[in-house]
């Protein structure tokens, strides 16, 4: 993973780069790096830690002038996090520096062989190896940085976004991409280069995205030239127009971007259907499955590709596309599906699901999905995402960035969306009634507000999380529409609190998880309504007789569970279908409280990162 960032104008690099860090590092956080061309010389400075404890130690080490830059924050993949292995990364004769993203897959046989020629390194990274494989090349074929660049990235296997300058011809920046993202940003004299466009959304709306196998070099004054890496034929880029706005990207008041996030969800669900869904009419209009529709008609089934919490919506969708559509549906982690030589035919449709748009797992899912004739569909909440590049079509989320590693809008934001989806084919497949398909129209419009009421239970939830915040383990569970949601908030915990929690199909408690029930462990079971409501009860009472301790979910106005749970959480009625877009809330919600109540670090949990672009 990690965040790049650099700077090239008439501006004061360092305070760019540094705020621009900071906005990365949900891409991963144990170590930063910066390196600064001052007039004379280069200036670097990096340590283990957050983007703060850089700035701690640039105080006391370097001098910040300068208007070129490159910077880094880290989530470490080849060496521990340490100041040594944090970047950026010098080559042997100290011209040339480098920040890098991914991972150099075939470093070890390259290291040995600079080695021979007797190059040193003092880290254990993979990128060390590529800046001195670089100035070799530069070197020894005596050509300028870019074509150095090109020949080095020609000999490597891997994932990378670069950036690398030389001090000795510091009014250019040279970056490349190959599986990880890299943006640069166009402004007036002045450029600038990031993981995503959040570094630079005040300095300008203009931005290219690099594709995979090209590169740039990034001169003051000039126009940025792409080049392919493989053959250096020259591309002519296209600059996008971005949509962002600063306010999306900062705090606006909340503790957490998480909680912020989470506040946002009936704003967010409500972007997601705005313009798509039209109950009066009674139509859904969303023009990548429109365009697409005998695909989707004709397919044998679909399968659905995905990692983490967006898998989990996956497993919503797999209930809501076979209920409503009646098309047979398989959720595979992309992870797996791209390693277990799965049979993929071309009446395949595949849907890849991905907050960022960047999981380096999923994109390797659907590169498979397409070489085997499948028609890939992607669902992304980032815009211009190299997975909303990659598939054939598509839908985006408009939940807006998402910036706290655990995600929340982005996943009622993808449920939302796989439900439009879903309702649109089984209009079409003729397989639901029209009051029925009018009733869910009207009642997925109600959600935001239905979101809303279920988010003013947050004082009764701070209540219980104070209650069951020293718990070492946690039990969730749900039936149906809700088992996945029962994954998703046992994830939510582990993930900010560092609680061990599982989710489990509340029927299949009792083929192992209730031998872990006694009286310490907190038992959440999602318990509405509707969908096997009478069943979850009993699952309840099996808990009780055991000591467990009860946090149920509920449908407003709920009797049953109340009178033997230990804690109600209500949500407002909704269709069965619709229900995990409110029974997550809560989830979200008391894993929040328990991680805040803990001290954690809810926005950067340890070891995680947001996105995840390497496999
Ligand atoms: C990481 C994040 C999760 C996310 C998963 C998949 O593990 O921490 O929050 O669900 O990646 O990411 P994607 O961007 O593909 O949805």
Redesign the pocket.
């Known amino acids: 993973m990690c965040g790049i960032v650099g700077y090239i104008g008439y501006r004061d690099a360092y305070p760019i780069i540094v705020k621009g860090l900071r906005r990365l590092e949900y891409r991963g956080y144990d170590s930063a790096g910066i390196a600064l061309y001052d007039g004379n010389d280069i200036q670097m400075s990096k340590t283990k830690g957050k983007v703060d404890d850089l700035e701690q130690r640039v105080r006391k080490e370097i001098k910040t002038a300068g208007s070129v830059g490159i910077g880094h924050t880290r989530w470490a993949t080849h060496g521990v996090p340490n100041d040594v292995n944090s970047h950026p990364h010098y080559s042997n004769s100290g011209d040339l520096v480098i920040i890098h993203n991914g991972i150099i897959e075939n470093y070890e046989p390259l290291k040995k062989e600079l080695l021979n020629r007797g190059y040193h390194f003092t880290s254990d990274t993979d990128t060390e190896v590529l800046v001195n494989l670089i100035e070799d090349v530069k070197k020894n074929e005596d050509v300028k940085l870019g074509k150095a660049v090109q020949i080095a990235l020609n000999q490597v296997v891997g994932a990378y976004a670069i950036a690398v300058f030389d001090r000795n011809k510091p009014d250019e920046i040279v970056v490349a991409r190959l599986g990880s993202p890299l943006t640069i940003g166009i402004g007036k004299d002045e450029f600038f280069i990031a993981s995503d466009a959040s570094p630079f959304i005040e300095y300008t709306n203009n931005a290219i995205y690099l594709e995979d196998e090209e590169m740039a070099i990034v001169r003051r004054h000039k126009k940025v030239k792409v080049r392919k890496i493989k053959d250096d034929s020259l591309v002519d880029p296209y600059v996008q127009e971005l949509q962002l706005n600063l306010e999306e990207i900062e705090k606006g008041g909340y503790d957490h971007f998480m909680l912020k996030e989470i506040y946002e969800q009936p704003r967010a669900i409500l972007d997601t259907y705005r313009g798509r869904l039209r109950v009066n009419d009674g139509i859904i209009k969303m023009a990548g499955v429109d365009d697409n529709i005998e695909k989707f008609l004709n397919a044998n089934r679909i399968i659905v590709v995905?990692?983490?919490?967006?898998w989990h919506a996956g497993l919503v969708a797999e209930y809501i596309f076979e209920d409503l559509a009646r098309i047979p549906v398989e959720v595979e982690y992309a992870s797996e599906f791209r390693y277990r030589n799965p049979v993929i035919t071309e009446n395949d449709v595949v849907i890849a699901?991905?907050?960022?748009?960047?999981?380096a797992d999923?994109l390797a899912a659907i590169k498979l999905a397409k070489s085997k004739g499948a028609f890939v569909f992607g669902v992304c909440n980032v815009v211009g995402s190299s997975i909303s590049r990659e598939t054939h079509a598509g839908a985006y989320t408009h939940a807006g960035p998402e910036i706290g590693?655990?995600?929340t809008k982005?996943f009622t934001t993808q449920i939302t969306v796989l439900t439009l989806i879903a309702l649109r084919l089984a209009k079409a497949k003729g397989n639901i009634s029209n009051t029925d398909y009018h009733y869910h129209l009207q009642e997925l419009e109600l959600i935001p507000e239905k979101v809303e009421r279920t988010l003013q239970s947050n004082e009764h939830i701070v209540g219980i999380s104070d209650r069951y915040k020293d718990a070492s383990n946690f039990l969730y569970l749900g039936r149906g529409y809700n088992f996945p949601v029962a994954l998703e908030g046992a994830l939510k915990l582990k993930?900010i609190s560092y609680i061990h929690a599982e989710g489990y199909p509340a029927a299949e408690m009792k083929h192992g998880p209730i031998a872990l029930i006694d009286e310490q462990m907190p038992v959440v079971v999602i318990a509405t309504k509707k969908g096997h409501y009478e069943k979850v009860v009993s699952n309840i009472q099996e808990i009780k007789s055991r000591k467990g301790k009860i946090i149920g979910i509920v449908t407003e106005g709920d009797k049953s569970v109340k009178n033997l749970a230990d804690f109600v959480i209500e949500v407002p009625e909704t269709l069965e279908s619709l229900t995990p877009l409110l029974t997550t809330i809560p989830l979200q919600l008391l894993s929040y409280h328990i991680a805040v109540m803990r001290g954690c670090n809810v926005d950067q949990p340890r070891n995680?990162?947001?996105?995840?672009t390497v496999e």
């Open positions: 995905a990692c983490g919490t967006s699901i991905s907050q960022s748009g960047e999981t999923t590693v655990a995600s982005a993930e995680l990162a947001k996105s995840v």
